[in-house]
């Protein structure tokens, strides 16, 4: 059983050019334990799903359509107020992109998770400050970061604050935007590799949003591949780094230098605009078809994968 369903899921923004599609009937899930990466390019919309699934969706922009379903619980029906209160945080937390802005520069760490405990229900401050201090352990840092403001933090450490302040309920879904952006590659490192034991000890299911290819390899079980806000391809991630289906997938995979690899073979990415009528990435495809300009592929199951390309409609599902 899934532990999260999204199923056609589509957001709009409203703009003075009319209304913009960023995330086009989107569905996947994720099982418990599971660590979903979801890659693409700048502008594919992962950040737009990822405000979508913790209801920070905000005008200009708006859900049209969808379910998004927590254990069954459709997140996107339910009240604001029983969202914040039972959910968020509690069930499933939200580390944004360029979360190390999320700090109050004005509290110290421990404010943060007293306001955050005491927000969802737990009262004894003694408490919040217990768990916090065994949350920053986890994360590999000391009882006295409780007492320092952010900007005595440096970004490494903030990001860990924030992994710990996501885990103050033990939530069974984390989802992560972007967490290791603009840090160096020893803090990158370090970072995932608190996510990887969180995932192993506690079977935290987590959606891991990057345009970092080699990262997202690097954590998941599972690959989300995005472009143009569709879904190109979802499935296991050893399957997709070995045979990717789509060929976005396959151009990205093959512009990234391997260790140990040929680097005459490495090719970057098509140049070219986004498809609005049809296959998004009709005008960078080198395998693009007359039916992909103005006709949109549906979803097919390849070996228990999913893909959107004309190129295995003969395998639809």
């Known amino acids: 059983m899934s532990l999260l369903e999204v199923e056609d899921l589509t957001i709009s923004y409203k703009t ?3 209304k913009f599609l960023a995330v086009k009937h989107l569905s996947f899930d994720i099982k418990k334990g599971e660590i979903i990466s979801v890659i693409g390019e700048s502008g594919s919309g992962k950040t737009t799903m990822a405000k979508a699934l913790v209801r920070a969706i905000k005008p200009p922009a708006n859900i049209d359509s969808g379910k998004v379903l927590l254990n069954g619980n459709n997140l996107l ?4 107020n029983k969202f914040v209160h039972d959910f968020l945080w509690v069930k499933v937390s939200y580390v944004p992109q360029s979360s190390q802005n ?5 509290q110290k760490i421990i ?3 007293i306001d955050t405990g005491t927000s969802h229900g737990l009262r004894d401050k003694k408490e919040i400050e217990d768990r916090a201090v065994k949350l920053l352990q986890l994360v590999r840092l000391p009882k006295s970061i409780l007492q320092s403001y952010p900007h005595q933090l440096s970004g490494g450490m903030k990001q860990r604050v924030l992994i710990a302040l996501s885990l103050l309920f033990e939530p069974e879904l984390i989802i992560m935007d972007e967490p290791v952006t603009a840090l160096d590659i020893a803090t990158q490192r370090h970072i995932l590799n608190i996510i990887k034991e969180l995932n192993e000890k506690n079977r935290t299911s987590i959606i891991f949003i990057t345009h970092e290819i080699n990262l997202a390899i ?3 079980t599972k690959l989300l591949v995005m472009y143009g806000g569709e879904l190109m391809e979802f499935g296991d991630r050893e399957k997709i780094e070995k045979n990717p289906l789509h060929p976005y997938t396959i151009s990205l995979l093959s512009s990234v230098p391997k260790l140990f690899g040929d680097l005459s073979k490495i090719k970057p990415v098509t140049e070219g605009k986004i498809n609005s009528k049809g296959c998004p990435f009709f005008y960078r495809c080198p395998n693009a078809m007359s039916i992909c300009e103005n006709n949109e592929p549906e979803t097919y199951t390849i070996e228990g994968d999913k893909v959107r390309c004309f190129l295995y409609g003969a395998n639809k599902a």
């Open 218 to 220: 690097y954590l998941a």
């Open 102 to 106: 999320s700090l109050n520069p004005t």
């Open 111 to 113: 404010e943060h998770f």
């Open 16 to 18: 003075t050019k009319g």
């Open 77 to 80: 029906e339910i009240s604001q």
